[in-house]
T-cell receptor
Framework: DADVTQTPRNRITKTGKRIMLECSQT?????MYWYRQDPGLGLQLIYY???????NKGEISDGYSVSRQAQAKFSLSLESAIPNQTALYFC?????????????FGPGTRLTVL | AQKVTQAQTEISVVEKEDVTLDCVYE???????LFWYKQPPSGELVFLIR??????QNEISGRYSWNFQKSTSSFNFTITASQVVDSAVYFC??????????????FGKGTKLSVKP
């Protein structure tokens, strides 16, 4: 089984709809992240969480919210989806116990907003 | 501010050729980490290597090798005897602060490598 899972893997929704993307991990890591990838732009950080009670905005947090329900679960919500939020979304995890803090990524969720 | 530049947008080679992917980074922090990730056509991101700012030793892993030079702020990636399975988008990334304490990875825009048979 994969260490970092994302659901759904693909989602098509309409403008104005609320949508939640979920991430779960079995790596035992305390840190979790949400990124979005747009063609030709690399990955940009949306939110990150260093533990259940510590949530921080990344560089492109507008229009998004997150919830860290447990150490192993980190959800990303789009309260009112808009077409320019069409992208590939990645969840990642890392461990504070590792001084190099390598981030390991989930398989991605492809979101299309019509 | 931190920045990662991958000047090569796309590279196309024929199988068995050697290819080098360039990565130039900018940071004023003295403690930082550099990474390479591979994104094959299936879309997932696969971790390849990390290097910390205190270790300039080059590394070789099979057909892959990495050249880290602080003097030129570069962390280049070479694939020797390329294979079709190497076709992917490769990302260079930077993390600053001890243990990545500043939280995020700064990614370059990626280099798309196509290896033709």
């Amino acid at each position: 089984d994969a260490d970092v899972t994302q659901t759904p893997r693909n989602r098509i929704t309409k403008t104005g709809k609320r949508i939640m993307l979920e991430c779960s991990q079995t790596k035992g890591h305390d840190r979790m992240y949400w990124y979005r990838q747009d063609p030709g732009l690399g990955l940009q950080l949306i939110y990150y969480s260093f533990d259940v009670k510590d949530i921080n905005k990344g560089e492109i947090s507008d229009g998004y919210s997150v919830s860290r329900q447990a150490q192993a679960k980190f959800s990303l919500s789009l309260e009112s989806a808009i077409p320019n939020q069409t992208a590939l979304y990645f969840c990642a995890t890392s461990s504070r116990d590792s001084i190099t803090d390598t981030q390991y990524f989930g398989p991605g969720t492809r979101l299309t907003v019509l | 501010a931190q920045k990662v530049t991958q000047a090569q947008t796309e590279i196309s080679v024929v199988e068995k050729e050697d290819v080098t992917l360039d990565c130039v980074y900018e940071t004023r922090d003295t403690t930082y980490y550099l990474f390479w990730y591979k994104q094959p056509p299936s879309g997932e991101l696969v971790f390849l290597i990390r290097r910390n700012s205190f270790d300039e030793q080059n590394e070789i892993s099979g057909r892959y090798s990495w050249n880290f030079q602080k003097s030129t702020s570069s962390f280049n990636f070479t694939i020797t005897a390329s294979q079709v399975v190497d076709s992917a988008v490769y990302f260079c990334a930077l993390s600053v602060g001890y243990g990545g304490s500043q939280g995020n990875l700064i990614f370059g825009k990626g280099t798309k490598l196509s290896v033709k048979p």
